[in-house]
């Protein structure tokens, strides 16, 4: 069986980021970022890569906008995603859903060649009271978000935002609180057991004009 | 009267008396082709072996009896009942460490023998754990183990031997990769599909409470090795073999080669070992810099030059295990907190906003495990202790195209 990508229109999608020309202010931020880059060549290459990635989306329309791009040590990127954002319910107008999110991204050395924990990659740095499931919601200085048991070794970090939409948009989480992998938030988990019909926050693919890949025979 | 303390030492005495300990030389053959003092090279070998089982244990064996100086012995499994039916173990020592149990045994065969035990996964190991092997023995079934060991051992350039074997047609392997500039094939080079697919399945998950599940430590995900105990026996000989060549010097370089043989047809096969281009180990090899000095005494600038790299260099990095920078923290108010401080992970780091009076609280965002060294430019001449990194036994240095491993130069005997 061959597959083959085709998108209905031209613009791009996220296999294609490497072909999008950063301009413009998009453009400054990259280069901003690339004053201090420090580590080895492969490393350096890697987090400007990954970092391309993510400006890229940002440059095609994607719903995030880069606020801090850090490439000294590990790669630290702080992105507003704009997307429903479920926060902690009140008594009186029950669940509260923000428009956007302002996410911390660290990406370390050692996740290019170590699985790691899925709670290392994103955290949740603007509300403060998300109301998920696979959001921590102890007295951490910055909520953390789980993207499952394992992260592999390598995983581009473009996979990485488009999990934590699917995640945050609660299309995919995972909501069984005796599931051997856990909540990190066990009473939000049931509160949605109980609320499975606001399910999910939004069907807005992650790129627009991404269209579900053509599996050719 | 006697304590019991005496009593016990003269009964020692009286059996050492009636069992004296042969001169480690006593039956070392004259090599072919070696110096006379072939003995006394091995006698300065330090070997590691990663996996002390049906034929890392064996090897250890062999090696102690062979009078090497040295054993770091590295294994986080114990004996099981079904580990009689191939290991060199017996019924008492099912449920001990299988390290644990090797050393002591290694010891009674060769009382001043060296030997360091790490009782868990070498991925748990420092890489300055490893820099005083002269060799790495890999004996271990466990795929993400021999990436990890694979890629320790280039980036230390200590000549890895790979031992394992396949029960089904009676074929030992020994592959030895010779790590001499660090551009010669790993272990992960000569992974095919199927390698990387049981890679993948035997990777490490974490619960949400960030718990490591290991599939190789709990059974889960690893297949045991289905051998007979003679074919263990015979890979632990051929693996032992290469090691006394490489470190005698004997017959022809074995380096980046692999002998095989097969049972069924009683040939003994020699191949090349090569490169792979896609292979995604970092081939860089670390320059070991012995510090005479406690680094954490050092401060950042001593650090730097002593390796003989420039602190000015805008792509060097610094990593120190187990801690990390946090260079300054910012308060909900928008206040920014200088900290210039390193902290254990794991520990909270605290202060006070100046602005709003407010605890602020390190976040994930505010911390780095790697840091560059041009954040030190006001802490440059400052030691490292007093920046919180109190209790280290290696940093690495990296820029573009080096890297430097710092280490003490005495280690303390650990076991």
């Known amino acids: ?217 | 009267m006697k304590s019991f303390a005496q009593s016990g030492r003269k009964r020692t005495r009286r059996r050492a008396a009636a069992n004296p300990r042969p001169a480690r030389t006593a039956r070392f053959p004259r090599l072919v082709g070696t110096c006379a003092d072939a003995a006394a090279a091995l006698a300065r070998l330090r070997v590691a072996i990663v996996g002390c089982g049906s034929v890392g244990g064996r090897v250890a064996l062999h090696l102690a009896r062979c009078g090497v100086r040295g054993l770091v012995l590295i294994d986080p499994k114990k004996y099981r009942p079904v580990s009689l039916l191939t290991h060199e173990c017996y019924t008492e020592t099912i449920g001990q460490n299988k390290a644990d149990v090797m050393a002591t045994v290694c010891r009674s065969i060769c009382p001043d023998l060296e030997v360091r035990v790490y009782v868990k996964p070498v991925q748990d190991l420092l890489l300055s754990d490893l820099v005083e092997a002269d060799v790495v023995v890999m004996a271990t079934d466990n795929l993400p183990a021999e990436v990890d060991t694979g890629q320790r051992c280039i980036w230390l350039g200590k000549p890895l031997v790979h031992a394992a074997l396949h029960g089904e047609t009676l074929t030992a392997s020994v592959r030895f990769f010779l790590n001499s500039d660090g551009q010669g094939p790993c272990p992960a080079c000569l992974f095919g599909p199927q390698e990387w697919r049981d890679h993948d399945a035997n990777l490490r998950r974490y619960s949400c409470d960030g718990t490591a599940h290991d599939p190789c430590l709990e059974g889960t995900g690893v297949v045991p090795t289905r051998s007979l105990s003679f074919l263990c026996a015979m890979s632990a000989d051929l693996a032992t073999n290469q090691v006394i060549r490489h470190a005698l010097g004997l017959g022809r370089s074995v380096g980046d080669t692999m002998v095989e043989y097969n049972g069924y047809t009683h040939r003994t096969v020699v191949v090349p070992l090569g490169r792979n281009s896609n292979c995604p180990c970092e081939h860089v090899q670390y320059r070991v810099v012995r510090s005479t000095r406690q680094i954490s005494d050092l401060t950042m600038r001593e650090l730097v030059e002593m390796a003989g790299a420039n602190h000015k260099s805008r792509d060097l990095l610094l990593q120190i295990p187990n801690m990390r920078w946090i260079d300054q923290m910012t308060c909900k108010c928008g206040a920014v907190t200088v900290v210039r401080h390193f902290q254990p992970y794991g520990d909270l780091c605290t202060k006070k906003c100046q602005t709003c009076k407010r605890i602020v609280v390190a976040g994930p965002m505010d911390a780095s495990g790697a840091v560059a060294t041009a954040a030190f430019d006001s802490v440059l001449d400052v030691p490292i202790r007093r920046l919180g990194a109190r209790a280290m036994s290696q940093a690495t240095l990296r820029d573009a195209n080096r890297a430097w491993l710092i280490v003490p130069a005495h280690r303390e005997a650990r076991q």
Request: glycine letters at 6%; hydrophobic letters at 40%.
């Open chain 1, 1 to 217: 069986m061959k597959s083959t990508t085709s998108t209905s229109s031209n613009r791009p999608g996220l296999n294609d980021l490497s072909k999008v020309e950063l301009s413009g202010a998009v453009l400054m931020k990259m280069r901003f970022a690339q004053l201090l880059n420090a580590g080895s060549t492969a490393w350096q290459a890697r987090k400007v890569a990954e970092l391309r990635d993510v400006l890229a989306i940002e440059q095609i329309g994607g719903p995030i906008k880069v606020l801090a791009a850090d490439l000294s040590g590990d790669l630290k990127i702080t992105v507003e995603m704009r997307m429903p954002v479920p926060r902690r319910p009140t008594e009186e107008s029950g669940l509260r859903l923000g428009d956007h999110a302002v996410l911390g991204l660290l990406y370390t050395f050692e996740a290019t060649r170590q699985p790691q924990p899925g709670t290392s990659f994103v955290y949740i740095l603007d509300p403060g009271d998300v109301w998920h499931p696979n959001v921590s919601s102890g007295n951490l200085p910055v909520q953390v978000l789980c993207l499952g048991p394992s992260v592999p070794a390598g995983f581009p970090l473009k996979h990485i935002l488009l999990l934590t939409y699917a995640s945050l948009t609660m299309m995919a989480a995972q909501f069984d609180d005796l599931d051997p992998a856990g909540v990190l938030n066990r009473e939000a988990a049931q509160w949605w057991q109980r609320n499975a019909h606001l399910l999910p926050l939004s069907r807005e693919p992650f790129l627009k004009t991404t269209q579900a890949r053509k599996v050719a025979t």
